[in-house]
């Protein structure tokens, strides 16, 4: 801040002559008077709508630092008719630098916002996310082929093939997962069996509870639930330690050092999650089916061994394995969605959290989707 040896309050005297005013400031125009200057400055907005104003007179002024400049350039825009901005005048030479500075950023009028059709705008963000939604799927279909063409050359070469690696992730994805995989399972069979019992109560037919708890949880809600618990689970797990590899360029490194990033750090964890998901599933589909049998008999009074014998009439070996088929394509796309959106995070951990999130979102929406093109195709085939 420049200064005077004499300080004292600031002030704003308003001219008016021939139509146009002219403002002349005086006094310490600091931060320090800050409430007096912003009411000066809402002052002469309002007396110089209408009017032209001619010139902004700084003669006065005897402290001056860059909340003051800012002000005073301000003032020379306060005007509401056209023409060019107002000048400052008579500012004393130790001032003019400062001002000048000031005036450069502050000083530019904002050109007004730009008025858009409603319907341009939806318009425009479809297409925004229509781009995006194919952008995503071109990544996910190049992950696909990268992890085809890394398995094939490990094929040829089985010696390259991560082990170690496979089994440690194996590990991670599968045995440290059957606790949650089993609690959640249970309860959702449990939940399944109350609520049929206590709708189809009302009709005499608390016996069809098995059929459709059996039904439900092997064909759709074991492997769906699974699937659904491992992509939240495990999938933005894989997310973010490649994205954490990528911000720290361990990944550039290993292919400096001639490996194939895709090889070494994505096909062990999708062949541990394409082994894991139908271990889990079928664990996830026993325990799912043991809660439905305990509600059954402690609230709906039907003892385990009729259950039992109910379920075996009421499912087949091919409910089984229309669940036991979906899981591994649904590992394979929680992984290559995992692994593809890894690769995109940027160097920044805000980066690294959104593209976690995605992933997710998008393993999610991709299994949801992928179980219903497998509904369809086995109520085709009559499977």
Known sequence: MLRSAAARPPSLVQTELN????LAAAGSWTAANVHELERFIEEARATCGGHRLAAVGAGGITELDTFGATLLSQLTLVSSTAGPPARIVDLEDRFVDLYAQVHRFSAVPHAPAERHNDLVVRLEALGKATVSAIHDLASLAAMLGQICVAFTRTLLRPSSFRLTSAVHHLDRVAWQAVPIILLITFLIGAIIAQQGIFHFRKFGADEYVVDMVGILVLREIGVLIVAIMVAGRSGSSYTAELGSMKMREEIDALQTMGLDPVEVLILPRVIALIIALPILTFLGSMSALYGGELVCWLYGGMAPDIFIARLKEAISITHFKVG??????????????????????????????????????????????????????????DM
């Open 324 to 381: 036991m088929i979906k899981s591994p394509f649904m590992a394979l796309v929680i992984g290559a969605v995992a692994c593809a959106q890894g690769l995109k995070v940027k160097g920044s951990s805000e980066s690294l959290g959104l593209e976690t999130t995605a992933s997710v979102v998008k393993a999610i929406f991709l299994v949801i989707v992928l179980d219903g093109v497998f509904a369809i195709f086995f109520a085709s085939i």
């Open 19 to 22: 139509g146009s005013i002219s």
